[in-house]
């Protein structure tokens, strides 16, 4: 499987932290003193009580901009920190790309004194909710499938968690996904698909030909007679959770 060393280069542009989202994180990490970031990308949501960065991919890590908190090159199933090295740890849109994800839950939670705060995704809800997928790229849904994190398992894992629905703003600046829901132009540019590991991951002979559908659809007309009334809407829920769990 490619990595965020070959596919990541972009992500400091296409991945820019939206600052609803941000607020939600945030509020979920609490009256913590400080947090470690663990799949910390190039720092979008890092709060500034952010003490260290944990990233496997050093594309990524050259991207984050001076000032943030220091990064150190490791995984999740190995995060090379004591117990208890901090009040809280954030672990955003990155369970999916673990070897094993009991493995990083367990080092989540020996690194955290107090919360754990996960943003990841329902596939269940994000297949079914998410035109792109079950309309145009039910191939690219297969491959999530072998991937997502099921946010129960999740839950168990960490021995009890809540789940907080993350609605996504039509004018989402953090390019992931299902932030162009509104603007599916947006997914014909192949920048915006530079920063989804979705769409990078999954090979390009499978999603072209839902990609050229999707083309004539919106010259047609037709992806407006279908979907027309998210045009209307603000905010959409797809599927994507925090997870939240005290420790």
Known sequence: M?????????????????????AQIHAALGDVTDVIN???????????????????SQVMIAQRPPGLAPAVQAVAERLPLRDGAADAVMALL?????SDLAAGISELRRVARSRVVILTWDQRVFRERFWL???YLPEAAAFE?????????????LGGARQEPVLIPHDCVDGFAAAYWR????????????????LTQADEDTVAPGLARLANDLET???????????????????????????
């Open 2 to 22: 490619a990595t965020y060393d070959s596919f990541g280069a972009t992500y400091a542009h296409t991945r820019r932290p939206d600052p609803r989202i941000a």
């Open 38 to 56: 663990v799949g910390a990308g190039a720092g979008s949501y890092e709060p500034a009580r952010t003490t260290l960065a944990v990233e496997p």
């Open 94 to 98: 990155t369970v999916h790309h673990w």
């Open 133 to 135: 997928l079950s309309d």
């Open 145 to 157: 499938d072998t991937r997502a994190a099921p946010t129960d398992r999740l839950a168990d894992l």
């Open 183 to 198: 603007r599916p132009h947006a997914y014909l540019d192949p920048g915006v698909r530079a920063g989804i590991s979705l």
């Open 221 to 247: 007309g037709t992806w407006h007679a279908q979907h027309g009334e998210l045009l209307t809407l603000d905010t959409i829920d797809v599927g994507y959770r925090l997870i939240i769990a005290d420790n």
